[in-house]
């Protein structure tokens, strides 16, 4: 492996490291613009210091209630056990114990807002840095993956609060707590045991579940994996039925999922492993203690109370540490589940508006393209010196061969690429000195293939505007000439489409693409293939529908079939990313050149069709 790499390789680490991820939470637990929630997690730690101080005192009324009860315990107590008997000291114990448990649950009660606050904030943040990358990061993204990874990180926010401040805090406390008491009420042999059995218990329980935190990110990979082909398959449903593919899919997912039970086993027999080890390291260290105190009581050193109450802190400590290995493994998961988020934003967005960006001004809608060199990757371009002035309320078509660069042209104008070289501007403002919101607002399309929202009809059209009236969704459809097919349904326009708007028909759905963008009624439309995927009788009917809509605005249409651009008011012929012939239908069939012979064989093959 290079220098390089291992640069690269150590970085990476460093980025996934559970500093870092601590880093980036602990201004969700303070943050400095919310005071309410800072007030929360004080109250939330009086609350756990108060519960642990009551708890570590609890044993002391046990064994004074144990003394009193034993023959010569009268005499042999303390003045305030003495005092107190064994009946109150019996309710004080129960008492201590009801309080422990109800100012833990009062702790949760003051910390839920922390934790659920926190959760919301930053799946809040992780979504609206989804959408603000790059078109380029989306293509190469596996959704059911990246689902899953946002699933885990989120959840993990909370869990990791809770269990950092919730449970190996005051499992610190308590323990030390406990250990001084041992100390100075018993002897300093006490304490050592004690320390020595933690200390063998934790080195223990930390070795085998750092084993088992990796065998965790293998079944987690491995989980991610198969749920990535389950949802890819799914969201590709139609072509696995096309193909005749689903035992193919399905051997896919099982191999995946193969790989996920081997290591769910690895998980569970590792787990026994742990549990059985933890339960002899901390069964030795109470036994041995229990003999000190069972002779300390034969020799008259201690009481039975003492015998009792060093049981009583032994089982306190064991309860805790018993769910140490458990907390550790779920901590260290949750920092990698988050690390494996905040690598997600640690994502640069590859466009971004310029600190001094204003909003886009429309005083026409002309579009420019000034020398534009453009490719998705370094090592080819797209578009080389592409030179196309579009006049305010002009249509111009652009067509050519696959690959030359048609579909590029619409994303630049979104921005969703910066160009190379040269300028696109929109009635003389260059798109890269104003703000994304603006320039997508006044902008719209009708793609190739309209995708909705698993929702309703009217809420599909709605999305062209958001704050659109039910009377301007329908005066939209009835534009689109859609609305008698909504009325005609069983519910209307709250009938629900299906996921990605699969129970429409393409010719549906294109109506509904249609009406939502007149909705939103842009003065600059874009026009991408948009009825190129539809039969003929559908195009005729939708092209009179995109006319309509196209009058009064500045239109850019990209077409492959040559048929539903003759009306244009200019025709630019691209080639390699190159203009090589422009003008009207009729200038550029008189020319007899690549658009006379693409009309020439598009014609030749629909009378071949016919």
Request: hydrophobic fraction near 45%; glycine fraction near 8%; aromatic fraction near 8%.
């Amino acid at each position: 492996m290079s220098v390089d790499s291992d640069v690269v390789d150590t970085q990476a680490a460093d980025r996934r490291s559970g500093m870092r991820t601590i880093r980036r939470v602990l201004p969700y637990l303070w943050p400095a613009d919310n005071r309410e929630i800072r007030i929360r997690v004080v109250l939330a730690l009086v609350a756990l210091v108060l519960a642990r101080v009551i708890s570590v005192i609890t044993p002391f009324f046990y064994k004074g209630a144990v003394d009193a009860m034993a023959p010569g315990g009268a005499e042999s107590n303390a003045t305030v056990f003495l005092l107190a008997g064994a009946v109150g000291l019996t309710i004080a114990y129960g008492v201590a114990r009801l309080m422990t448990v109800g100012f833990n649950q009062l702790r949760d009660v003051i910390f839920a807002k922390v934790g659920q606050r926190s959760l919301r904030r930053l799946a809040l943040e992780t979504f609206r840095h989804m959408h603000a990358l790059s078109l380029r990061y989306h293509l190469t993204r596996k959704t059911g993956g990246l689902s899953r990874i946002i699933e885990r990180g989120v959840k993990g926010v909370d869990f990791l609060l809770r269990f950092m401040l919730f449970s190996i805090g005051p499992l610190v406390l308590e323990l030390l707590m406990i250990a001084a008491i041992m100390f100075f009420v018993f002897d300093v042999w006490y304490l050592a045991v004690i320390v020595v059995t933690i200390a063998i218990y934790i080195w223990f329980t930390f070795k085998v579940t750092e084993w088992r935190v990796r065998v965790r990110k293998e079944m987690n990979e491995k989980d991610t994996d198969a749920n990535q082909k389950a949802i890819d398959s799914l969201l590709n449903y139609e072509t696995v039925k096309y193909f005749n593919a689903e035992e193919r899919e399905a051997s896919r997912y099982d191999e995946s999922m193969r790989g996920y039970e081997s290591a769910a086993l690895t998980t569970s027999y590792s787990l026994a492993f742990l549990n059985f080890g933890q339960s002899l390291l901390i069964t030795a260290g109470l036994v041995i203690v229990m003999v000190m105190a069972a002779i300390g009581v034969n020799n008259g050193d201690l009481t039975v109370g003492d015998f009792v109450m060093v049981n009583a802190y032994m089982i306190q400590i064991t309860m805790p540490l018993n769910f140490l290995g458990t907390v550790y493994r779920e901590i260290r998961q949750s920092l990698i589940d988050m690390g494996e988020m905040f690598d997600l934003l640690q994502y640069e967005r590859e466009v971004e508006d310029k600190p001094d960006a204003k909003p886009l001004v429309i005083t026409g809608g002309s579009v420019s393209f000034k020398d534009i060199k453009f490719g998705y990757n370094d090592d080819r371009t797209i578009l080389q010196g592409l030179n196309l002035n579009v006049a305010a309320g002009e249509t111009v078509a652009v067509v050519g061969p696959s690959g030359s660069g048609k579909s590029t042209i619409g994303r630049l104008m979104f921005r969703f690429y910066d160009v190379t070289d040269g300028s696109l501007s929109i009635d003389g403002q260059d798109v890269r000195d104003v703000t994304q919101a603006s320039l997508h607002e006044n902008i719209g399309i009708v793609p190739q293939d309209t995708v909705l929202f698993n929702d309703t009809v009217g809420y599909n059209i709605a999305y062209g505007r958001h704050d659109a009236s039910t009377e301007d969704v329908i005066a939209a459809a009835k534009a689109a000439k859609i609305h008698d097919f909504i009325t005609s349904l069983p519910d209307g326009y709250d009938t629900a489409v299906g996921e990605r708007g699969l129970k429409l028909s393409g010719g549906e759905k294109q109506r509904v693409g249609i009406a939502r963008t007149l909705l939103k009624n842009p003065p600059v439309l874009l026009l991408d293939e948009a009825t190129s995927a539809l039969d003929t009788d559908t195009e005729r009917d939708i092209q009179e529908s995109l006319r309509q809509m196209s009058e009064g605005r500045t239109v850019i249409t990209i077409a492959h079939r040559l048929s539903t651009v003759v009306d244009a008011d200019n025709i630019v012929v691209l080639d390699s990313g190159k203009i090589v012939e422009q003008g009207t239908h009729d200038q550029l069939l008189a020319i007899d050149g690549r658009y006379a012979q693409m009309w020439h064989r598009q014609a030749s093959g629909e009378d071949e069709s016919k």
